[in-house]
C-alpha cells in the first residue's frame, strides 16, 4: 500500500487509521494490555504492520519491528497507543524503536498505564527522534475505553446482552428467537470476551453451553462463571460435564456438601460469596473477584432478572439487544420493555447495528 503526493495532515491521518483499525481487531483478546495497531512507513510505503499478540505479548511495536526484512533506518512508525518505556515481563518498546534507527515516531493517544503515561516522548526525543501524538484521538478513545476503565477500575468492563421477540419477550416454547445471523453475532461478543456470566436457573432451563462456536474461534471460549446461591445447578447439565475442558467457576454461598464434592469432581471451581441485604449474591463482590482472576472482559447472558440486578446496580459499560422481527404473543413469557426502557435512560448513546443480520435488530447502547 502506499501514498504519493499528499499534504502531511491527510497523510498521517491516513496511516494512523489504519493503525488504530489493527488495534480495534483485538480488543479484548489481548488479557490485561492494551491491544495496540502499528505500522511503519518507508518512503510512504507500508513495509511491516503489527498487532499486539493474543493474551498481551509480545506487544504490536515488536511484532512489526521484527517480522520486518528491510533496514529501518529513517522509518516512520505509526502507533494507535504511546509506547510503553517500562520494564515488565517484556523489554519496553521504546527501546526496540531506538534499537531499529526509526527517525519518526506517530502515536494516536497517550497510556494512561502510571509506568508510561507521557513518558515516551522525552525518552524518544533525546535520542533525537521525531514524536508527534493526539493524531485521530477521538477516534482512539473508543477503541480505549475499556482498557482505560479496566487501569482504574476493580471491575471488569462489563457488556449485557440479551434477545427479545418484536414484543419485548424473551421465553418461549421455540428455543431461538433470533435468526442465524443474531446468534452468529453472540457467538463474537463471546469470542471478544474473556469471561461470560449466567445464572444457574438460565443454565437449568437452557442447558446453554456458553462456548464460542463460530467456525475457526472455537478456542476462543470464554471462562465460565455461574451464578448459583444454593448450588442448584443441574450435575447432567453441559457446563459441569465440560469443566475440564473450560474453565468453569460457580459463585454459590449455601453449603451442600455433597454437591460440592460431585462438582468439584468434574473440574468445576467453587467460590462461596457474599449475599447483600436483599439476600441475593452481591454482584460487586463478583465482579471484583471475577477481576482478580484476570478477567477484563466480562460478557453477561442474562435473563430478566439478573439483566435488571446489573441495571439497578449500574454495572454494565455497555449492552446489546438482539430483536427478532416476529412477535411471540401468547407463545411467548417474561416481558423485558420496562428493562429496556431503563437501559435506555442509563447509557447516553445508542446505535443499530443491522448490516448482517437480515430482519433482526441489534441495539448496541453504550
Given amino acids: 500500500m502506499s501514498l504519493k503526493k499528499d499534504n502531511f495532515s491527510k497523510r498521517e ?70 509506547p510503553c518505556s517500562h520494564y515488565g515481563v517484556t523489554p519496553p518498546c521504546t527501546n526496540e524503536i531506538i534499537k531499529s534507527k526509526i527517525k519518526k515516531v506517530y502515536y494516536a493517544i497517550d497510556d494512561t498505564d502510571i509506568r508510561t503515561s507521557n513518558k515516551a516522548i522525552s525518552i524518544l526525543k533525546k535520542k533525537k527522534i521525531t514524536v508527534k501524538k493526539n493524531i485521530l484521538v477521538n477516534e482512539a478513545k473508543k477503541i480505549y475505553k475499556s482498557y482505560f476503565f479496566n487501569k482504574k477500575s476493580k471491575y471488569p468492563y462489563t457488556t449485557g446482552k440479551i434477545a427479545c421477540s418484536s414484543d419485548f419477550l424473551i421465553s418461549s416454547i421455540k428455543k431461538n428467537i433470533t435468526n442465524y445471523y443474531s446468534r452468529q453475532f453472540s457467538h463474537l461478543l463471546r469470542y471478544k470476551n474473556q469471561g461470560i456470566l449466567i445464572s444457574s436457573k438460565t443454565i437449568n432451563l437452557d442447558n446453554s453451553q456458553l462456548t464460542c462456536r463460530t467456525r475457526g474461534l472455537e478456542n ?88 435488571e440486578s446489573f441495571i439497578v446496580n449500574n454495572l454494565f459499560n455497555e449492552f446489546y439487544l438482539f430483536k427478532s422481527n416476529v412477535a411471540l404473543g401468547k407463545k411467548g413469557k417474561n416481558n423485558i420493555s420496562k428493562i429496556i426502557s431503563k437501559i435506555g435512560h442509563i447509557f447516553l448513546n445508542k446505535k443499530k447495528v443491522n448490516t448482517y443480520l437480515d430482519k433482526d435488530e441489534l441495539l448496541n447502547y453504550y
Fill in 220 to 307: 476462543f471460549s470464554p471462562k465460565r462463571f455461574i451464578l448459583d446461591r444454593n448450588l442448584n445447578i443441574k450435575i447432567n447439565s453441559y457446563v459441569v460435564k465440560s469443566a475440564k475442558k473450560i474453565n468453569t467457576y460457580i459463585f454459590y454461598n449455601k453449603k451442600n456438601f455433597n454437591k460440592q464434592k460431585k462438582l468439584k469432581k468434574f473440574g468445576v471451581k467453587l467460590l462461596k460469596c457474599k449475599l447483600n441485604s436483599d439476600n441475593k449474591i452481591d454482584l460487586k463482590h463478583v465482579l471484583i473477584q471475577i477481576k482478580k482472576l484476570g478477567i477484563n472482559y466480562l460478557l453477561v447472558e442474562g435473563g430478566n432478572k439478573l439483566t
Fill in 13 to 82: 491521518n491516513f496511516f494512523m487509521k489504519i493503525a488504530i483499525d489493527l488495534a480495534s481487531e483485538r480488543v479484548g483478546l489481548t488479557g490485561a494490555n492494551p491491544s495496540v495497531g502499528c505500522l511503519i512507513v518507508k518512503k510512504n510505503k507500508i513495509i511491516s504492520i503489527g498487532q499486539t499478540s493474543f493474551n498481551g505479548r509480545p506487544h504490536a511495536e515488536y511484532n512489526a519491528i521484527k517480522k520486518n526484512k528491510i533496514n529501518l533506518k529513517g522509518c516512520e512508525i505509526y502507533i494507535s497507543l504511546e
